[in-house]
């Protein structure tokens, strides 16, 4: 990350320390607002199955979005493998909690370090992050890691829309 030019206000939010909705909360307070956006059971690409170390060809898909006074700052992917949800099936009733949150009051919890790219907006996750966006960036700035609970894997990732870091 420290060879690559982001916007300095952006750098802060992509690398930062801390869950990012626990951030998002401490610098929006009570403008603030998590929504879950949808929700399905879809097939798993060979690149996700890969960072995912998995054999499991469908997943609960999961996403998010974190806003601030009404602007989407980030939207979140969890991407969840039917062996996952089948040892831990309530990751389905989360709702509009984000993952993180939920995550960091269980023992038995690794994440990876995050990985981090620039992603076109014709890229899967831009392009669901962008759908309705009135103008569309020509890519967006994105992370993420592999988490597991209790040996159990799962994917959390996070694209940050211009927006992010202003109110």
């Known amino acids: ?77 969890s991407v969840i493998p039917d062996a996952t949800l089948c040892a831990h099936p309530w990751l389905a009733e989360l709702g509009d909690s984000p993952l993180g949150e939920l995550l960091a009051t269980l023992s038995g919890v690794e994440r990876s370090s995050y990985e981090y790219a620039w992603l076109r907006a014709d890229d899967p996750l831009s392009a669901r992050a962008l759908r309705g966006a009135d103008v569309a960036p020509q ?13 159990a894997p ?5 694209a940050f829309l211009p927006s992010t870091g202003r109110t």
Not at 55 to 67: C, H, K, Q
Not at 154 to 158: F, I, M, V
């Open 1 to 77: 990350m420290g060879q690559l030019d982001v916007d300095p206000r952006m750098r802060a939010w992509l690398i930062g320390k801390g869950l990012i909705s626990l951030r998002m909360k401490d610098a929006c307070g009570e403008r603030y607002t998590a929504r879950l956006v949808e929700q399905w059971t879809g097939l798993v690409s060979s690149e996700l199955k890969a960072c995912l170390k998995i054999g499991d060809s469908a997943a609960l898909f999961r996403e998010v979005e974190l806003s601030c006074a009404d602007q989407v700052w980030v939207f979140a992917q």
């Open 139 to 151: 890519g967006l700035w994105a992370r993420r890691s592999r988490i597991l609970l209790r040996g």
């Open 154 to 158: 799962l994917l959390a990732q996070e």
